[in-house]
């Protein structure tokens, strides 16, 4: 039997000729006051997900069929990911709006270099949202250490920590533990 090599059902639609060049476009920039750069903190389904403004205001950010189908392959939003919305006029206190742009590492960086524009807020936010993923990820439940407690600096030791010592070092019985 002969290898597939080209693909499955999906290879056509997914062909280079209907994806669009992302490279070639020119960043994206606010255009009036209701357009805005935001993180994407939490990805909540059914085509929403939650945003923090750079003025940390919380909304609800609805993704729209320009990120979905086809063009999602280049438009990814994931959480912790820096995008510009447009919010809504016709509501007095905001509480939804449209994503419009999803900005990648690259284009971040030449947000930065900009000096009339003012992201430092959400790439903290970014900047939070990775390194708390990172903690959760990596935390333990024991520290073993074989220094003394006073020698261990102060605020390395957690909040709620229990000293305990062991009768018998040779021996621990696992089922006990």
Known sequence: MVKN?????GTKSL????????SNEQL????????KFACVTKILGNGMCEIFTNDNTRLIGHIRNSFRGKNK????ITANSIVMIGLHEWEKTPK?????????SNQIEQLRNIPNIKIEHVL?????????????KASKDFDFVDEEPNEIAPQL?????????MEELNQVNIDDI
């Open 124 to 136: 903290k936010l970014q900047l939070a949202g990775t390194t708390f993923q990172s903690i959760n």
């Open 73 to 76: 392959r280049h438009n990814m």
């Open 96 to 104: 939804n709006c449209n994503i419009m742009v999803i900005y990648d």
């Open 15 to 22: 062909a280079r000729k209907h994806q669009s060049s992302i």
């Open 157 to 165: 030791l957690p909040k709620n920590s229990i000293d305990f010592e």
């Open 28 to 35: 994206r920039l606010p255009e009036c006051d209701l357009e």
């Open 5 to 9: 090599t080209t693909g499955g059902t």
